[in-house]
């Protein structure tokens, strides 16, 4: 008799789990609508996570990540899908890891996640930002190849955006590559390239007379090449005297 009391003890409680199962998702999905009715996307996320918590899913994670990745929460995104590589990741999973951890100065382990999306949709924006990360990282030959890809595959209506003044703004794709060459040229010989490296940053200025960073970085150059010229006049005074 009191084994078949509690087999009924146990019965009635999962019965009551599954109930209150269904009914708490239910809750979240009716609170998680009207959380993008009202636009509160925080609300969102805590909806998300209570029905991924009731109900795992893989889509729903990659999902949660990528709005954290939207907000500028990139610790938040990569801790919600972890940093691993997994050949059955989805597109989404992967580029918010790429961007994630881009964004948390993580370049070698960005560069892993951005590779796999080069594999799977090679284009001129992956290039660029690959190009980008592989000079950071002293990867030139690496940088070398994706600027030609992009250089190759370009067209005059891709724009680029940049950051490094307090007023974002927009250029020319072909003119932010010609800029990321000179910038890789000067990499790969800081004495010898100079020249190479300010008439690539003409060229960008060429096509764009308003592209901020390559104007610094042809100042740079410019003050650079006098500083060397400087120090060759000095050398060859001092080995006269």
């Known amino acids: 008799?009191?084994?078949?009391?509690?087999?009924?003890?146990?019965?009635?409680?999962?019965?009551?789990?599954?109930?209150?199962?269904?009914?708490?998702?239910?809750?979240?999905?009716?609170?998680?609508?009207?959380?993008?009715?009202?636009?509160?996307?925080?609300?969102?996320?805590?909806?998300?996570?209570?029905?991924?918590?009731?109900?795992?899913?893989?889509?729903?994670k990659d999902t949660i990540a990528y709005i954290y990745l939207s907000e500028g929460q990139y610790m938040q995104a990569i801790n919600t899908i972890g940093v691993e590589k997994n050949a059955t990741d989805s597109d989404?999973?992967?580029?918010?890891?790429?961007?994630?951890?881009k964004n948390l100065n993580q370049p070698k382990m960005a560069l892993e996640h951005?590779?796999?999306?080069?594999?799977?949709?090679?284009?001129?924006?992956?290039?660029?930002?690959?190009?980008?990360?592989?000079?950071?990282?002293n990867d030139l030959v690496g940088a070398k190849l994706n600027i030609d890809y992009a250089l190759a595959n370009v067209t005059d209506d891709m724009k680029r955006a940049f950051y490094e003044r307090q007023q974002p703004y927009e250029t020319s794709m072909k003119a932010a590559l010609f800029y990321l060459k000179g910038l890789l040229t000067f990499t790969q010989n800081k004495t010898q390239n100079i020249d190479a490296a300010l008439k690539l940053m003409n060229d960008a200025l060429a096509i764009d007379s308003n592209f901020n960073l390559a104007k610094v970085s042809r100042e740079a150059l410019e003050a650079q090449k006098a500083q060397q010229m400087q120090q060759a006049q000095k050398a060859a005074a001092e080995n006269k005297n």
């Open 92 to 101: 989404m999973n992967v580029e918010v890891k790429a961007l994630a951890l």
């Open 1 to 60: 008799m009191k084994t078949i009391t509690t087999a009924i003890l146990v019965l009635f409680s999962v019965s009551l789990f599954a109930q209150t199962n269904t009914e708490l998702k239910k809750h979240y999905e009716a609170y998680y609508q009207q959380m993008k009715t009202q636009g509160d996307v925080q609300g969102i996320i805590n909806a998300m996570t209570h029905l991924d918590v009731l109900e795992p899913s893989v889509a729903r």
């Open 114 to 137: 951005f590779e796999v999306l080069y594999q799977r949709n090679p284009n001129v924006y992956l290039a660029y930002e690959m190009a980008d990360m592989k000079i950071q990282t």
